[in-house]
């Protein structure tokens, strides 16, 4: 089991879970008379072992009006019906086998006890579980908190290293309400993600995803067509340094979006500045060959001055996130200077927040942050850093916790691993976002400029997103701080730490002295006119309050 994960005890219900059965009887009970039953106060109380199988159906018989006898001969065709759920417990077979035994693994299920013993009898790897626990044997049932006490106290689970899985969300709420960690079965396979996400290593499994699917690590359109291009390749090369994984065009001095005939487009599709300026700067080529692309790419800048997109005056467009990649090259190469009104336009897009429905070409607002942090943290320039990077942190911070799919969330973490802000949020949504094979979602990073088809690469989210986990490790090695739970005491949202306090401290107060008016004329002390001294202090420490400007 992965060092990185943190339980050791996986708890699963039995009926709907590991075994499923039909509610469906040859008998003259229907499907939903079957269920009612089971929720029925007499069945509760034989679950619990507080009455015998006998006295139960007679009991349900009368209560539903329906021969005792063809109660027995209903349950006996919804047991005969039990098949166990192996393709489950085979990944718990895995999971427990791979974790040097570190994992235990546990059974809990409202079953009474001759049930029970039919239910041993069907073929299942009973040698799997390390215990099995029935309402019948403990006397109590799920939802009830006596049960899973009794459980926790029996095996010696740690509540807070332990995954509980039910098909009930009661049940699963009452595992919640004790510190489990709780997991409703309402999907198969959204259960097996869930558990491999929770019990495996991410970065691990990210990487043996990388390895099984080396040279074939392909981009898609989000109508399923798949793209050989150089961008999403040099990207999963620059995060992940490894050459073998990709499969990249030679070029020697430019380069092309696409590899081979272009698709979705013209027919001749020219070189681009911004594949050009990732290329460069990611395989490192030769200095007098990037500045020979670099006097180039001077003759591509327009009136305002801002660099244009492709090396092709027919066709003059502009995208602030273009600019960010060919300032990361010139800046690599100490030219920055020569894309001044360039870097300035770049600020005013981020300053008045220009990106956040995307660009042009790039599907979200963090494609332009990410790519600007990139540009910082190559060019290790300190009067760029200056102009930039306050800023930059600023807009970051605004973005932590809002919608995005896997990759604008690793794009997210890795600039504030870089830019040094703490983000526990967004971390938290990036990890259950893993697929059973160890790669990660797709994410959109561009589009086409025309159609606005967007265009993913999973190996290129699993890359960042790897990248993203074990930088924010390195650089947050200490666990998530608890979130702190303080009053809410009526302020600007524009309060410091210190006004915070203060007005804290006066609602106190006022809370304190509220009853003392009455208590004062009880008592026949002297007064100021009317009013008590403490209605005096209340009324005056109010109207501060109220005129202060926080």
Same mark, same amino acid.
């Given at each position: 089991?992965?060092?990185?994960?943190?339980?050791?005890?996986?708890?699963?219900?039995?009926?709907?879970?590991?075994?499923?059965?039909?509610?469906?009887?040859?008998?003259?009970?229907?499907?939903?008379?079957?269920?009612?039953?089971?929720?029925?106060?007499?069945?509760?109380?034989?679950?619990?072992?507080?009455?015998?199988?006998? @006295?139960?159906?007679?009991?349900?018989?009368? @209560?539903?009006?329906?021969?005792?006898?063809?109660?027995?001969?209903?349950?006996?065709? *919804?047991?005969?019906?039990?098949?166990?759920?192996?393709?489950?417990?085979?990944?718990?077979?895995?999971?427990?086998?791979?974790?040097?035994?570190?994992?235990?693994?546990?059974?809990?299920?409202?079953?009474?006890?001759?049930?029970?013993?039919?239910?041993?009898?069907?073929?299942?790897?009973?040698?799997?579980?390390?215990?099995?626990?029935?309402?019948?044997?403990?006397? @109590?049932?799920?939802?009830?908190?006596?049960?899973?006490?009794?459980?926790?106290?029996?095996?010696?689970?740690?509540?807070?290293?332990?995954?509980?899985?039910?098909?009930?969300? @009661?049940?699963?709420?009452?595992?919640?309400?004790?510190?489990?960690?709780?997991?409703?079965?309402?999907?198969?396979?959204?259960?097996?993600?869930?558990?491999?996400?929770?019990?495996?290593?991410?970065?691990?499994?990210?990487?043996?995803?990388?390895?099984?699917?080396?040279?074939?690590?392909?981009?898609?359109?989000?109508?399923?067509?798949?793209?050989?291009?150089?961008?999403?390749?040099?990207?999963?090369?620059?995060?992940?340094?490894?050459?073998?994984?990709?499969?990249?065009?030679?070029?020697?001095?430019?380069?092309?979006?696409?590899?081979?005939?272009?698709?979705?487009?013209?027919?001749?599709? %020219?070189?681009?500045?911004?594949?050009?300026?990732?290329?460069?700067?990611?395989?490192?080529? %030769?200095?007098?060959?990037?500045?020979?692309?670099?006097?180039?790419?001077?003759?591509?800048?327009?009136?305002?001055?801002?660099?244009?997109?492709?090396?092709?005056?027919?066709? %003059?467009?502009?995208?602030?996130?273009?600019?960010?990649?060919?300032?990361?090259?010139?800046?690599?190469?100490?030219?920055?200077?020569?894309?001044?009104?360039?870097?300035?336009?770049?600020?005013?897009?981020?300053?008045?927040?220009?990106?956040?429905?995307?660009?042009?070409?790039?599907?979200?607002?963090?494609?332009?942050?990410?790519?600007?942090?990139?540009?910082?943290?190559?060019?290790?320039?300190?009067?760029? *850093?200056?102009?930039?990077?306050?800023?930059?942190?600023?807009?970051?911070?605004?973005?932590?916790?809002?919608?995005?799919?896997?990759?604008?969330?690793?794009?997210?973490?890795?600039?504030?691993?870089?830019?040094?802000?703490?983000?526990?949020?967004?971390?938290?949504?990036?990890?259950?976002?893993?697929?059973?094979?160890?790669?990660?979602?797709?994410?959109?990073?561009?589009?086409?400029?025309?159609?606005?088809?967007?265009?993913?690469?999973?190996?290129?989210?699993?890359?960042?997103?790897?990248?993203?986990?074990?930088?924010?490790?390195?650089?947050?090695?200490?666990?998530?701080? %608890?979130?702190?739970?303080?009053?809410?005491?009526?302020?600007?949202?524009?309060?410091?730490?210190?006004?915070?306090?203060?007005?804290?401290?006066?609602?106190?107060?006022?809370?304190?002295?509220?009853?003392?008016?009455?208590?004062?004329?009880? &008592?026949?002390?002297?007064?100021?006119?009317?009013?008590?001294?403490?209605?005096?202090?209340?009324?005056?420490?109010?109207?501060? *309050?109220?005129? &202060?400007?926080?």
């Amino acid at each position: 089991m992965s060092s990185t994960s943190n339980y050791t005890t996986l708890i699963f219900d039995i009926g709907d879970v590991l075994f499923s059965w039909s509610p469906q009887t040859k008998t003259s009970i229907s499907s939903n008379a079957l269920r009612k039953i089971l929720s029925s106060p007499t069945w509760t109380d034989y679950e619990r072992g507080r009455i015998s199988q006998a @006295e139960c159906y007679v009991r349900v018989g009368g @209560e539903f009006s329906v021969d005792p006898t063809e109660v027995g001969r209903a349950f006996q065709d *919804a047991r005969d019906s039990l098949q166990s759920n192996e393709e489950l417990i085979s990944v718990i077979r895995h999971l427990k086998a791979r974790s040097d035994g570190m994992l235990r693994v546990f059974a809990m299920s409202n079953i009474s006890a001759p049930d029970y013993e039919v239910l041993r009898t069907k073929p299942a790897d009973w040698s799997l579980f390390d215990g099995i626990f029935t309402s019948a044997g403990v006397g @109590e049932r799920k939802p009830n908190l006596g049960f899973y006490k009794a459980v926790i106290s029996s095996t010696g689970a740690d509540p807070s290293r332990t995954i509980f899985v039910d098909d009930k969300i @009661e049940n699963v709420l009452s595992a919640r309400s004790l510190g489990m960690c709780g997991i409703v079965f309402d999907d198969h396979h959204k259960v097996v993600r869930a558990l491999y996400n929770l019990l495996g290593d991410p970065v691990e499994r990210g990487r043996q995803y990388l390895t099984v699917n080396t040279k074939k690590l392909l981009s898609v359109t989000e109508n399923g067509i798949f793209l050989r291009e150089n961008f999403a390749q040099l990207l999963i090369l620059e995060a992940t340094d490894n050459r073998n994984l990709v499969n990249l065009t030679d070029t020697h001095r430019t380069w092309n979006f696409f590899q081979g005939n272009p698709l979705l487009t013209t027919e001749e599709f %020219p070189f681009d500045l911004d594949t050009t300026s990732l290329g460069l700067t990611v395989m490192g080529s %030769p200095e007098d060959v990037a500045h020979s692309v670099m006097d180039d790419m001077l003759d591509y800048i327009d009136d305002d001055g801002i660099i244009q997109t492709y090396f092709d005056h027919r066709r %003059p467009r502009f995208d602030p996130v273009v600019c960010v990649n060919a300032l990361t090259l010139f800046y690599s190469y100490g030219r920055g200077h020569q894309l001044d009104r360039t870097l300035h336009w770049v600020r005013e897009v981020l300053l008045h927040r220009a990106y956040l429905d995307g660009t042009r070409y790039y599907a979200t607002p963090e494609c332009f942050l990410y790519f600007l942090g990139r540009l910082l943290e190559i060019s290790n320039d300190v009067y760029l *850093a200056a102009y930039i990077k306050p800023l930059l942190i600023e807009r970051v911070r605004e973005r932590i916790g809002t919608d995005g799919d896997a990759l604008a969330l690793s794009m997210r973490l890795r600039l504030c691993a870089y830019l040094g802000v703490r983000n526990d949020v967004d971390l938290r949504t990036l990890l259950p976002l893993q697929c059973e094979d160890g790669g990660w979602e797709i994410g959109w990073i561009y589009k086409y400029g025309s159609s606005g088809i967007r265009i993913g690469n999973r190996g290129l989210t699993t890359s960042l997103a790897m990248k993203a986990i074990l930088e924010m490790q390195q650089r947050f090695p200490s666990p998530p701080r %608890p979130l702190l739970r303080y009053p809410q005491f009526p302020s600007s949202s524009r309060l410091i730490p210190l006004h915070n306090l203060l007005l804290s401290a006066f609602f106190v107060a006022r809370a304190i002295l509220q009853p003392l008016p009455a208590l004062l004329q009880r &008592a026949h002390r002297p007064v100021l006119g009317n009013r008590s001294i403490a209605s005096k202090m209340i009324e005056e420490m109010t109207k501060t *309050a109220d005129e &202060a400007e926080f």
